[in-house]
């Protein structure tokens, strides 16, 4: 039982590493990229983030923001951010579809402006995630890779000790070596990149979106109800005659908050971003943070701060993580969610993200995440070689199915991680399918064997 079990996860080992080791070079390297995204856009786009404009008027945010929009037809701000020096201002205006960023000196001039897709932190993010095509399916084959990844590194350790694989072979040939070195990283690295990949999957097309509705329908161990449904303005601020006109609405949660495809509302009776600012000063409230307009007449100001917004020089700590609202007319401040206020689930969340972002905490992080994520180009490379070394000219040279017995160890194994992860319990199913049909196959071929003999 003890060798069949060894040699079921060996097959199915090799099988899923063959198909997904592509999948996890473009994962890994995109990764260290988004790693260092921060480091490489200070000086990639110093003159947009720190640079000035060179001229000496003086404009209020509400001007600057309304000669961005006469400079980008068709485009309307969704969202004001306001960082710490000496970064500048950041406008993110979007016409429904498609995103730029816009950037204001002390003086809210424009210094520059930026096409949102080809930025390099959203660039190496949506390879990391979609490998730059997007997709449900591309979205769900990315996190599909990942979940077997895990199965990889747990059956990996399970094979190492089983089959005593650190242990150095007096005459040791290439491959043996080769071998060794595979499961001695790979069993090191273990932990940290389970922890890696599973933070990872709290954002991910199918788990994450899971995960997220736990949140949002489990108040007390995920999302506040105020932050999911936030508070509204007080419409009796609206003139009457305007009251009646039907407000534009928002084009989801999702676009709300982020600005992704919100369109931005405005009315004539709406409390000035500059106006805000002054609210917001009062109540002592330091960058960075981000103002989101509201997208219908009964909207609020959001001012967020995030730790894992994916904008250079906006992110916090998780502890100092927090939404206000403003109602939009008044400027009255209505109330917020802190950190404090999250359930378990939002907490994990918050701690989670940045961590597999590489900014938890500062540089250590980083260099955690780098040393990790080489370390598994190196485990992936020796494993690569370890099969090539071993491979019959002109032949696959896969792990042979030595017997028809099930192993329920094996099993068991197989189905907890399939209900942890159900996007690799779906894809469970089309290996035992194909494993089924290659057993027909090869019982057919030995009963013709016979038959000739």
Not at 146 to 168: E, Q
Not at 357 to 372: A, D, Q, R, S, T
Not at 387 to 415: C, D, N, T, Y
Request: glycine content about 8%; hydrophobic content about 40%; some cysteine.
């Amino acid at each position: 039982m003890k060798n069949l079990l060894y040699s079921r996860f060996w097959r199915l080992h090799f099988f899923a590493a063959l198909f997904i080791t592509p999948l996890l070079l473009s994962l890994t390297l995109s990764g260290i990229g988004y790693l260092f995204f921060t480091d490489v856009e200070n000086r990639l786009y110093d003159d947009y983030f720190f640079g000035e404009s060179h001229k000496e008027e003086v404009l209020t945010i509400d001007d600057a923001v309304e000669k961005a929009e006469s400079a980008f037809a068709g485009y309307s701000t969704t969202k004001v951010i306001m960082l710490e020096e000496p970064y500048n201002t950041r406008l993110t205006l979007s016409n429904g579809t498609k995103q730029k960023y816009v950037f204001l000196d002390d003086h809210n001039q424009m210094v520059g402006s930026q096409d949102a897709d080809y930025t390099f932190s959203n660039i190496m993010r949506n390879t990391h995630s979609s490998l730059f095509i997007g997709g449900t399916f591309v979205n769900y084959l990315v996190e599909l890779a990942a979940c077997w990844t895990i199965f990889l590194l747990l059956s990996g350790l399970y094979m190492t000790f089983k089959g005593n694989l650190l242990k150095k072979g007096k005459s040791e040939n290439k491959r043996q070596k080769s071998k060794r070195l595979h499961a001695l990283v790979g069993t090191i690295i273990t932990i940290p990149m389970v922890m890696f990949i599973s933070t990872g999957l709290l954002w991910s097309a199918f788990q994450g979106s899971m995960l997220a509705d736990i949140a949002s329908e489990n108040p007390t161990f995920g999302y506040p109800l105020l932050q999911q449904k936030p508070p509204t303005s007080d419409v009796s601020e609206i003139p009457w005659a305007t009251r009646q006109l039907e407000a534009p609405t928002s084009e989801g949660e999702h676009a709300q908050h982020h600005g992704g495809g919100a369109v931005r509302y405005t009315n004539d009776s709406q409390m000035t971003i500059a106006q805000l600012e002054k609210e917001i000063n009062s109540m002592n409230i330091t960058k960075p943070y981000s103002i989101i307009y509201p997208s219908n007449g009964e909207g609020v100001y959001t001012v967020a701060k995030a730790s894992n917004s994916g904008v250079t020089g906006l992110d916090v700590k998780p502890t100092a993580e927090a939404t206000m609202y403003f109602d939009q007319y008044s400027g009255k401040f209505i109330d917020q969610v802190n950190y404090d206020d999250y359930g378990p689930l939002a907490k994990f969340f918050t701690w989670g993200i940045p961590l597999h972002e590489g900014h938890l905490f500062g540089w250590p992080n980083k260099l955690l995440n780098l040393v990790v994520c080489l370390a598994f180009l190196a485990v992936i490379v020796w494993g690569i070689r370890t099969w090539i070394l071993r491979r019959k000219k002109g032949e696959l040279s896969a792990p042979p199915q030595i017997s028809h017995k099930i192993s329920m160890p094996f099993i068991i194994f197989l189905v907890i991680l399939g209900i942890m992860m159900p996007l690799f319990g779906a894809s469970l199913i089309a290996v035992v399918v194909i494993e089924f049909i290659l057993l027909g196959w090869q019982t057919k071929k030995k009963l013709r064997a016979q038959e000739t003999k």
